[in-house]
């Protein structure tokens, strides 16, 4: 018989609904948001953190503004590349695409990758990812799915500042002329691009870290001035997201019913195995495999209520876990003909003691057992 183990540790009492927006003023916590991508500060004590510019430093942005509220910049500032008169202006596509990208990728210890996604109307989404997402095809449009999905925005640029930056990279040549600088070691590459929404090529515009990104072209240099100036400004609520797609997650048949809404935490392979046993879960795997998984540190076993896959999971703040059944259009898999999904993680992370379902309840640990 197996001996239950209920995790101590954190309770969250919040439900667990992917990412739900906090109103003003919450969401204060002391999550640690420094993920290589966007260093933080919050020197006025009011949550609205800020991205960072390319330069490292970060700026609390418009002094104690709502972390959800807009931000302005002041149109036709600037240098020699030129401030744009409002008159001049090209407005903003009215879409929901991506607009701007800004990137951080370090292999230098270990795969780190961050995303910041500017949107055609505002919205940005700022995350961390994993480097089998970042490979796959259409990653940007992937990711954004469900981080939409499943999570709210961490920010929002208003329609003066987004436009502002949007002309001024309409006035940058695809093909400039620039070189690369080394500046460093181990720092990774940071960079910024803008996203023609006719051919959705990607230009970049800022590129700083291990090598820099230099010009002689006034425009180009205009645009690098407004992007520091506009990632410095951007207000982030208090929360880290870390979105994880087509990672080390199976998706196994289950022929019953009793186990529906069950989230488990197993700390030890064959614990799992033999719960799989017991109760039907189809988790069948070569030796290859098994072999692998006997390496996790924690196994995280979640069964739905329907035949619908997962695709991936969701961390907010390091304290909520959330797997994200797929967004892709369904189709008909023989291998869950009339049954139900079980979605089985492996992960080494995760800190123990901190694992909650919808209800805010604490998921159970199976750890060693005893015979009776």
Wanted: aromatic letters at 10%; glycine letters at 8%; charged letters at 25%.
């Amino acid at each position: 018989m197996l001996r239950k183990k209920i995790i101590s540790g954190l309770l969250i009492g919040s439900v667990l609904l992917g990412v739900a927006a906090c109103s003003k003023g919450k969401d204060k916590d002391n999550t640690n948001q420094d993920t290589g991508l966007i260093p933080v500060s919050d020197t006025n004590g009011t949550g609205g953190n800020s991205v960072s510019g390319n330069n490292g430093s970060s700026d609390s942005g418009a002094s104690g503004a709502d972390p959800g509220s807009d931000i302005t910049l002041d149109s036709g500032s600037g240098s020699s590349g030129g401030g744009i008169s409002s008159a001049d202006m090209v407005q903003v596509p009215a879409s929901e695409n991506v607009l701007f990208k800004y990137t951080y990728h370090n292999m230098a210890w270990s795969w780190q990758s961050s995303v910041t996604f500017i949107l055609c109307n505002g919205d940005v989404y700022t995350f961390e990812d994993n480097i089998s997402a970042r490979m796959s095809q259409n990653a940007n449009e992937t990711e954004l799915s469900y981080i939409r999905e499943y999570a709210e925005p961490t920010a929002h640029l208003s329609r003066i500042a987004l436009t502002e930056l949007y002309n001024a990279c309409l006035k940058v040549d695809p093909n400039v002329s620039t070189t690369m600088e080394s500046t460093g070691n181990d720092m990774g590459e940071y960079k910024f691009v803008y996203v023609d929404q006719e051919t959705f090529e990607e230009i970049p515009i800022t590129i700083t870290g291990d090598w820099t990104l230099k010009t002689d072209d006034p425009a180009l240099n205009y645009a690098m001035e407004l992007v520091d100036k506009t990632l410095a400004s951007i207000p982030l609520r208090n929360v880290k997201l870390q979105l994880y797609l087509n990672s080390t997650l199976i998706n196994v048949p289950y022929d019953g019913s009793a186990l529906v809404g069950t989230h488990l935490v197993f700390t030890d392979f064959d614990e799992l195995i033999e719960f799989c046993e017991d109760y039907g879960v189809e988790i069948g795997m070569n030796e290859e495999t098994r072999t692998l998984w006997k390496q996790a540190k924690y196994m995280l076993l979640q069964v739905f209520d329907t035949d619908r896959r997962a695709d991936g999971v969701l961390i907010r703040n390091d304290s909520e876990l959330r797997i994200l059944p797929t967004l892709s259009e369904y189709e008909y898999d023989p291998y869950l003909d009339g049954k139900i999904c079980v979605a089985i993680w492996r992960f080494d992370e995760f800190e123990e003691g901190k694992y909650v379902d919808e209800n805010g309840d604490p998921w159970e640990v199976y750890g060693e057992t005893e015979q009776v």
